[in-house]
């Protein structure tokens, strides 16, 4: 016996969001490298616990299709973007990339509604909030890259290293 409880539209859309958090994860990790290269430690951190929430969102949506008895499929991923003209650059990149997974969630969350089901909406709304959170998080260290301009970057090490707000928090290594 089938025991699906999620919509049989909306189980599509959740594997192109596994690869879509994938896609992040790998972004992430790019990101994280290229800090690190330019001895920006903490800058590289931020971005190396970014990716690990982004694997962290694959595997929710990986077991919630476990969960509702789904064979599981994980797209192909596009290579990330490696070459980057600074700090700002990659950072705005970063912005955008969770904005544009803000759009997909909601949309998700629209599909969820439509169809009526409801263990899909209430399993999107973590997702709505977390959205709100990363989105914030990025915003603020892109507008204190700007503000310490990409010759001043230890400023905003120094920050990193002295605020506890700009670190994302420790739920995720908790595996979601
Ligand atoms: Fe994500
Ligand atoms: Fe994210």
Do not use: C
């Amino acid at each position: 016996m089938k025991t699906t409880l999620i919509s049989t539209k909306i189980v599509p859309e959740f594997h192109r969001q596994i690869g879509s958090e994938l896609e992040a994860f790998l972004q992430y990790l790019a990101i994280a490298a290229y800090f690190e290269k330019a001895a920006l430690p903490r800058l590289a951190a931020y971005f190396s616990r970014q990716a690990e929430e982004e694997r962290g969102h694959a595997m929710r949506f990986l077991q919630l299709l476990v969960d509702n008895d789904v064979d599981v499929a994980i797209p192909s991923v596009p290579a990330p973007e490696v070459q980057f003209r600074d700090a700002e650059h990659a950072v705005t990149l970063s912005l955008e990339r969770e904005l544009r997974v803000t759009e997909e969630i909601h949309s998700l969350l629209r599909l969820a509604r439509q169809e009526n089901d409801f263990t899909s909406e209430t399993f999107l709304h973590w997702f709505v909030k977390e959205q709100l959170e990363e989105v914030s998080s990025v915003d603020q260290l892109l507008k204190m890259i700007q503000r310490a301009g990409n010759h001043r970057l230890l400023l905003v090490e120094d920050f990193l290293g002295r605020s506890d707000q700009m670190k994302p928090s420790k739920k995720e290594s908790e595996g979601g």
